[in-house]
């Protein structure tokens, strides 16, 4: 469960829950839904694909990722975030090698225990009693802190935004042995509203991945 909720959290930055805080915080909102297709430069083949579904104040709602591989929802009340339900279709260890379609369904809640005076949370935890940490600075950083039941850390994961768009993630793992991945995101392409809808960033293997974004309005 621990990986599971931290990368529903780190889909979008910003998880604020004022109805007046600034417009950075709200990147897209106006967009119902947003599907975004993922391809190596230089390649036609397809990596990955993700469908955000938003709300009128532009936080997310619902995504899912490889048409139903896994789903998330998140859940609010009094324009906070309350859970994070995630339901992921895993292959079935001992049915694989007769039918590699053949998966099954496991659902992990996550559940936000604290928030700081901005009605964000800064403090949930999972199923498997790990607690997650998040720290912010305005719109534009968050760090997401991943800890064990005892308090060790697991790993951290960096979000920046500049002028409203994903800027760089750092994603450190501290076990076996600590360590860092930087994705840096560039090349963007907006269209008439100013919403993002093409980037590009930087693999963790040395790729570039280029990704576009379809958008349905309100």
């Not at 929802?73 to 339901?87: A, G, P, Q, W």
């Amino acid at each position: 469960m621990r990986f599971t909720y931290l990368i529903a959290m780190i889909l979008l930055f910003s998880f604020t829950a004022k109805k007046n805080q600034d417009e950075r915080c709200y990147p897209d909102k106006g967009i119902k839904k947003a599907k975004i297709t993922a391809t190596y430069k230089h390649s036609t083949e397809e990596v990955s694909y993700l469908e955000i579904k938003f709300d009128k104040s532009g936080r997310v709602i619902r995504t899912k990722e490889n048409g139903d591989e896994r789903i998330v929802n998140r859940e609010y009340k009094n324009h906070k975030l309350v859970r994070i339900i995630t339901k992921n279709k895993l292959k079935d260890f001992y049915t694989v090698g007769e039918n590699p379609k053949n998966k099954k369904a496991v659902i992990d809640t996550a559940l936000v225990l604290q928030y700081d005076e901005s009605g964000r949370p800064i403090k949930m935890t999972g199923a498997d009693n790990t607690t997650l940490l998040l720290h912010y600075e305005g719109c534009d950083i968050e760090l997401h802190t991943l800890l064990y039941k005892n308090g060790d850390t697991i790993q951290q994961y960096q979000i920046t935004a500049k002028n409203g768009v994903l800027a760089e993630t750092i994603w450190t793992p501290f076990t076996p042995t600590k360590s860092s991945r930087t994705s840096k995101y560039y090349d963007y392409e907006f269209n008439k509203r100013g919403h993002w809808i093409k980037r590009s960033y930087h693999h963790q293997d040395g790729g570039v991945i280029i990704e576009n974004r379809k958008l349905k309005y309100y």
